[in-house]
């Protein structure tokens, strides 16, 4: 996993990749457990070219989301990396 961005003032944003894994295929596979994510370049084309990426996976958290939903989020992120590695 590799996230994108300075962390020192990080917010609930959070950009990435995973190494071997198209972001496009990520993000249907986390649909089919109803998890929404956004992918592509996100308007910000500048971040794209700085870190060599045509588009990455992005996830937001808000005061709405639960300590369990995000507990799911990872445990699906986790099947999806092993079955697409």
């Given at each position: 996993?590799?996230?994108?961005g ?7 944003i ?47 958290f ?24």
């Amino acid at each position: 996993l590799k996230m994108y961005g300075v962390f020192k003032n990080q917010t609930s944003i959070i950009s990435f990749n995973i190494d071997g894994v198209h972001f496009n295929d990520l993000a249907m596979l986390l649909d089919k457990k109803n998890i929404a994510i956004r992918t592509g370049h996100h308007c910000a084309q500048p971040f794209m070219k700085f870190f060599n990426i045509s588009g990455n996976a992005r996830i937001s958290f808000g005061i709405y989301n639960t300590k369990g939903e995000i507990d799911y989020f990872i445990e699906t992120l986790n099947e999806i990396i092993k079955i697409l590695k």
